[in-house]
């Protein structure tokens, strides 16, 4: 039973009670019995006004209740006419009026929040109480390319397996050595990450704490761009001092050696043989030394590309038919294993010519020096969605132990007495005209590079 309901009933009852003791006044006193009779019909009436009036305020505090329930903070209870009540009913109103200021601004720091997320670079990935996914910004999804990541953890696409979607481009997908070491970075450290394609990432793990518990929460930033600029500067800087110290010593050299000729009919004819066979040898490998400084000079003053609409066919037509047959005498087939109608490419013919002039023959090399098995390098030229995608595959497979993030490391190679300049070379043209490249093993015993052009719009 309610308090209400007790009240009255305890009322009535006390006044039942009253009304049975003036009956006993009805022979002695009938009008004492009345009057008394009237006294505790007015007591009644003002007892039912008093708890009326005493239970009013629950009902304000229902209503109050009942607007906290469904998060009704913009209303407002009514004012009574008693002074006391008005007073709570100012109070309900002043606690509804800061929940509706709070809730406005929550709303409006999450929605600033939420527009901050999806636009940053940056991938964020924000984790539930039990390590499951239960947010995922647009940098995030394009990075990891996770479908209906929200409710699972990182080690299921790990444990699935889960690599079969299609890559548009070498950041796409989601590559299962970044995920692993995401899986696995502890909380409070930050470190520098590789992916399978040798793009390098910086990753932080950290926590916030969410009704008294603590999330986890993963911020990934790519820094391959930065970190390659800052390669690029450092070997650029480098080359120069050695251009500069070289030549100078070259010329010097050379000048110097041109002079010790002139002494050479002051020797006997057998001398005279020795001295002119030292000073040519040392000439020609002065020559090659500033030959050697030269190509890698080529790198650091190559020119801005003036892209021009290009048919890529036309192109690796020109540079099929100069290694055909340096290919056939190796016993290597040069051939194309697709070759679909794409769009003119704008490009630096000149630049993206000498690029893939050494991208075949770093292939040429890699396949010659293979043991046994088929020899071979075919051309791939498909039509994607949004672009042009180039291949060279080759049977070579001497990256299939090589890190990714090598490949491209100024002065590294794989070859015997390389010097790293090729690829250094092809990377900076790619780099220059903004097309997506990627080179790495397939895993079935060859070597596959990937260029991916943008038509012109």
């Known amino acids: 039973m309610s308090l209400?309901?007790?009240?009255?009933a305890y009322l009535v009852a006390a006044h039942l009670l009253f009304l049975g003791l003036t009956m006993l006044l009805l022979r002695t006193s009938p009008w004492l019995m009345i009057g008394l009779e009237a006294a505790v019909l007015l007591s009644f009436m003002l007892g039912v006004r008093l708890i009326r009036r005493a239970l009013e305020p629950l009902g304000y505090t229902r209503h109050f209740h009942d607007l906290l329930q469904d998060q009704q903070y913009a209303a407002r209870l009514q004012h009574s006419a008693d002074r006391e009540l008005n007073?709570?009913?100012?109070?309900?109103?002043?606690?509804?009026g800061r929940l509706y200021q709070e809730r406005l601004?929550?709303?409006?720091?999450?929605?600033?929040?939420?527009?901050?997320l999806e636009a940053t670079p940056s991938a964020v990935i924000v984790f539930d109480f039990d390590?499951?996914?239960?947010?995922?910004?647009?940098?995030?999804q394009a990075l990891l390319g996770l479908d209906n990541a929200k409710g699972k953890p990182l080690r299921a696409w790990l444990a699935n397996g889960d690599a079969t979607a299609a890559t548009p481009a070498?950041?796409?997908?989601?590559?299962?050595?970044?995920?692993?070491?995401?899986?696995?970075?502890?909380?409070?450290?930050?470190?520098?990450?590789?992916?399978?394609?040798?793009r390098r990432y910086r990753a932080q793990r950290g926590h916030f704490y969410d009704r008294g518990f603590a999330r986890h929460f993963l911020l990934i930033e790519e820094l391959t761009e930065e970190l390659e600029s800052s390669e690029k500067d450092t070997y650029d800087k480098l080359i120069r001092v050695l251009a500069h110290e070289v030549n100078n010593t070259v010329a010097a050299t050379g000048s110097v050696l041109d002079s010790l000729l002139y002494y050479r009919g002051q020797l006997n004819a057998r001398?005279?043989?020795?001295?002119?066979?030292?000073?040519?040898?040392?000439?020609?490998?002065?020559?090659?030394?500033?030959?050697?400084?030269?190509?890698?000079?080529?790198?650091?003053?190559?020119?801005a590309p003036e892209p021009r609409p290009n048919a890529v066919r036309d192109l690796m037509d020109d540079i099929l038919y100069l290694y055909r047959e340096p290919c056939r005498a190796r016993g290597i087939r040069l051939a194309w294993a697709r070759c679909d109608e794409v769009p003119a490419v704008a490009l630096d013919r000149h630049l993206m010519e000498q690029a893939l002039l050494n991208v075949v023959k770093n292939a040429m090399e890699a396949v010659e020096e293979a043991a046994s098995g088929e020899k071979f390098i075919e051309f791939v030229l498909a039509g994607e969605a949004g672009g042009v995608r180039l291949s060279v595959i080759d049977s070579g497979n001497l990256l299939g132990k090589?890190?990714?993030?090598?490949?491209?490391?100024?002065?590294?190679?794989?070859?015997?007495?390389?010097?790293?300049?090729?690829?250094?070379?092809?990377r900076e043209v790619m780099n220059r005209h903004g097309f997506a490249y990627r080179l790495a093993a397939t895993g079935d015993g060859a070597t596959r590079f990937d260029i991916w052009f943008t038509p012109p719009r």
Do not use: C, W
Request: glycine letters at 10%.
């Open 402 to 426: 090589v890190p990714a993030r090598q490949l491209f490391t100024p002065f590294f190679t794989t070859k015997k007495g390389g010097q790293g300049i090729g690829l250094l070379f092809v």
């Open 4 to 8: 209400r309901y007790r009240l009255y």
């Open 271 to 303: 001398d005279g043989d020795d001295f002119d066979t030292a000073i040519v040898a040392v000439k020609r490998r002065n020559v090659s030394l500033g030959e050697f400084i030269e190509r890698f000079t080529r790198v650091v003053k190559m020119p």
């Open 170 to 198: 070498p950041a796409a997908g989601h590559p299962p050595a970044l995920l692993a070491q995401l899986d696995l970075l502890p909380l409070g450290e930050s470190r520098l990450l590789t992916d399978g394609d040798g």
């Open 131 to 140: 390590g499951r996914i239960s947010l995922l910004n647009a940098s995030a």
């Open 105 to 116: 601004q929550i709303g409006e720091q999450q929605g600033f929040l939420d527009r901050l």
């Open 87 to 96: 007073e709570l009913v100012e109070l309900f109103n002043t606690m509804l």
